[in-house]
């Protein structure tokens, strides 16, 4: 039987966890999408991996079985892509937007300066994975903005933060102010990153600045084409100071924003790998420039 790997840390996550909500928020996928993958993995294997009762998911024999050699097999499958990309000298760093990553070009012409025999890929990731392609597997390290669930699993240094503003339509009530209030915007529709993403969403709707006062969702999105499209539409967004910069169209402003907490960019890789030291020159490099953005 041919077997997704994803599926197989879907699997890892839901054995750790110990329940498919925790699982799901952790690795950035709706809880349905995550039971229906866990539900036909046990149908290809023709087991039952798991009890299911309302305290959670608990493993039977054969899961427990199960759960002690996936984990090698996947730390054997990280390690064998890991030694492929050393051997063609290449490192793949994950970011998010543009604004994160603005400096980030000229510590990679630092970087090749250095070592010219390596190629960096930048790998954007939609905003359904806050963790920008970490907790799949998909990057060596990741600009990131924080916060973002699950980050304690990895290594993050903070390199800077930039105030969080509104993106509004052109012809919004405020699109002429010089600097909104954030308690004028509760009661507008926000544009929202997908229910995965947790605290990540939570943060750019302003959750924590709302003191309960109820989130109007306006719509779901996870790419920018589709945010500004969204804000257009008549919806607002927080957004970041540098979205201004690089996400403009005519028929959407962006404003200053006064009563909400700035937005923390930084940089995130795996915890307890064996350094690489092309990689720690990197991320040195990408450190000193964001730092000085």
């Given amino acids: 039987m041919d077997v997704d790997l994803r599926v197989l840390r879907y699997f890892v996550a839901v054995a750790e966890d110990g329940s498919l909500t925790g699982a799901a928020a952790r690795l950035f996928v709706s809880q349905p999408a995550l039971t229906k993958r866990i539900r036909r993995l046990e149908e290809d294997l023709g087991v039952r ?8 998911m608990a493993l039977t024999e054969a899961g427990r079985e199960f759960a002690a050699r996936v984990p090698a097999l ?53 905003w359904s994975d806050p963790s920008a392609g970490l907790a799949r597997g998909e990057v060596d390290a990741a600009v990131v903005r924080l916060p973002f669930p699950g980050q304690e699993r990895w290594e993050v240094r903070e390199l800077f933060a930039e105030e969080r503003g509104v993106l509004l339509p052109a012809s919004h009530r405020l699109a002429k102010a010089r600097t909104v209030d954030f308690q004028e915007l509760l009661d507008e529709p926000f544009v929202a990153a997908g229910g995965e993403t947790a605290a990540w969403r939570e943060h750019w709707l302003g959750v924590e600045e709302r003191e309960g006062h109820p989130v ?24 970041p100071a540098s979205a201004a910069r690089f996400y403009s ?15 923390r960019v930084g940089l995130a890789r795996p915890r307890g790998r064996t350094r690489e030291p092309a990689l720690d020159e ?7 420039r964001l730092r000085g953005s």
């Fill in 49 to 56: 991996l798991f009890t299911r009762s309302r305290s959670g």
């Fill in 74 to 126: 996947l730390d054997a499958w990280d390690e064998t892509v890991r030694a492929t990309g050393r051997a063609a000298r290449v490192l793949r760093l994950g970011f998010l937007d543009a604004g994160a990553v603005a400096a980030v070009p000229e510590a990679v012409a630092e970087f090749r300066r250095g070592r010219p025999q390596w190629r960096v890929e930048l790998r954007q990731c939609d």
């Fill in 216 to 239: 109007r969702v306006g719509a779901v999105t996870s790419r920018p084409d589709e945010w500004l499209g969204a804000v257009a539409g008549g919806c607002v967004a927080l957004a």
């Fill in 249 to 263: 169209r005519p028929d959407v402003v962006f404003r200053p924003v006064h009563g909400v907490s700035p937005s």
């Fill in 282 to 288: 990197l991320l040195t490099a990408i450190a000193r």
